[in-house]
């Protein structure tokens, strides 16, 4: 799987989606189990879908930006932000083809009581579906006046909410960075190609 970099917001580009959430392999194969880790990081090369009944968020912001691969390569991606974000029975996955065929890893976290926790959030992705309920919503906004710490470039087209739920999540990403991430009840599974949706 290549690593790549997250660049910020790239100018004149249409915001792509909206909302998001996440959690990638990369983050669990260091052997997180229950505890809070801090993490930084970004993955690209492969898209992995993330899924989840609900993401309950404060502190949103989404703009437009470009997710680069270790290779230069260039891939659109809606940048969205989320200060503080719970994730209810949650589920991740990725696919690779390997010379055995395909490869999976299947990921699922806050299956139970507690859902699984992050705390900023960011996430590079190229197509969302759920029911999205936003509150003190603003549209339109200068990406470089967002009420997140992490903002876009001036000029750039953005929203911002105080807050932000979504039933049903289903997620197509490129990259996910967090400074934590507190995954209760995880469990990792090597499958042969198996997807969250």
Same mark, same amino acid.
């Given at each position: 799987m290549k690593l790549s970099k997250l660049t910020g917001s790239r100018k004149g580009r249409v915001a792509l989606a909206v909302i998001p959430v996440t959690i990638a392999a990369s983050i669990l194969l260091g052997g997180v189990a229950q505890g809070a880790v801090p993490v930084s990081f970004a993955i690209s090369g492969s898209q992995f879908k993330i899924g989840a009944d609900k993401l309950a968020g404060t502190g949103f912001s989404q703009y437009a930006g470009v997710a680069t691969a270790s290779d230069g390569t260039q891939h659109?991606?809606?940048?969205?932000?989320?200060? $503080?974000?719970?994730?209810y029975n949650l589920?991740?996955?990725?696919?690779?083809d390997t010379p055995l065929g395909k490869v999976g890893l299947l990921i699922s976290a806050g299956t139970g009581k507690e859902p699984a926790k992050a705390t900023d959030l960011q996430i590079g992705m190229n $197509?969302?579906?759920g029911t999205a309920i936003f509150k003190n919503i603003r549209i339109g906004v200068d990406a470089s006046t967002v009420n997140t710490a992490k903002k876009g470039d001036a000029g750039d087209f953005a929203m911002d909410s105080d807050s932000v739920d979504i039933s049903n999540l289903e997620q197509v990403s490129w990259s996910t960075q967090a400074a934590v991430f507190q995954l209760t009840d995880l469990s990792l599974k090597i499958t042969d190609g198996t997807e969250c949706f």
């Open positions: 659109p991606a809606a940048i969205a932000n989320i200060k $503080d974000a719970q994730l589920c991740q996955s990725v696919v690779q $197509d969302l579906s």
